[in-house]
T-cell receptor, first 111, second 115 residues
Framework: SQQGEEDPQALSIQEGENATMNCSYK?????LQWYRQNSGRGLVHLIL?????REKHSGRLRVTLDTSKKSSSLLITASRAADTASYFC???????????FGKGTSLLVTP | SQTIHQWPATLVQPVGSPLSLECTVE??????LYWYRQAAGRGLQLLFY??????ISSEVPQNLSASRPQDRQFILSSKKLLLSDSGFYLC??????????????FGAGSRLTVL
């Protein structure tokens, strides 16, 4: 399985600080995605980075991808209490339809 | 715009009872459809996916089955529930053949407790 593994499992910061989450995976990928899940809800897609890209930005989100190390990071800048959620990375093989998700990082942002 | 509906949102079922969770997508045609399960404190486990009516692929052998009787309808079933079937079930869809990037849109989830 090429399931991603997020690190840390839990992260607690104060509003205004930056939050960094990491994801490692095992096999070659076509792309890597990050999703967010508020407690008891479905997941929401945040950002996708393709295997030939190294960095991507979307608003306060910055994602990096290092295919040589099989790892990715998600940076949320100037965090807000509303960013409190679980964040998952998901990888996609070069063929096929399945997305494999990690166990997620639980982020708590306190006012 | 596309929307995904999933129901029921919550259910409590006794061991050995049947299960039926339903998911429908609006505003798109011929989507890829998925059922995931999320156990407490764990990641998502892909259970089934479908690329067309009557076409079901099972990722994990288990007590569950899936069916796609219509293009935008995906049903998760069980004839006899086990305690281990408890969890949060998520339906999702993606665009068929979309430029190799399989971005999923999820429903709100169905929380199943088997007692």
């Amino acid at each position: 399985s090429q399931q991603g593994e997020e690190d840390p499992q839990a992260l607690s910061i104060q509003e205004g600080e930056n939050a960094t989450m990491n994801c490692s995976y095992k096999t070659s990928i076509n792309n890597l995605q990050w999703y967010r899940q508020n407690s008891g809800r479905g997941l929401v897609h945040l950002i996708l980075i393709r295997s030939n890209e190294r960095e991507k930005h979307s608003g306060r989100l910055r994602v990096t991808l290092d295919t040589s190390k099989k790892s990715s990071s998600l940076l949320i800048t100037a965090s807000r209490a509303a960013d409190t959620a679980s964040y998952f990375c998901a990888t996609s093989r070069n063929s096929g339809y399945a997305l494999n998700f990690g166990k997620g990082t639980s982020l708590l942002v306190t006012p | 715009s596309q929307t995904i509906h999933q129901w029921p949102a919550t259910l409590v079922q006794p061991v050995g009872s049947p299960l039926s969770l339903e998911c429908t997508v609006e505003g798109t045609s011929n989507p890829n459809l998925y059922w995931y399960r999320q156990a407490a404190g764990r990641g998502l486990q892909l259970l089934f996916y479908s690329v067309g009516i009557g076409q079901i692929s099972s990722e994990v052998p288990q007590n569950l089955s899936a069916s796609r009787p219509q293009d935008r309808q995906f049903i998760l079933s069980s004839k006899k529930l086990l305690l281990s079937d408890s969890g949060f079930y998520l339906c999702a869809w993606s665009v068929q053949g979309g430029s190799g990037a399989n971005v999923l849109t999820f429903g709100a989830g169905s929380r199943l407790t088997v007692l």
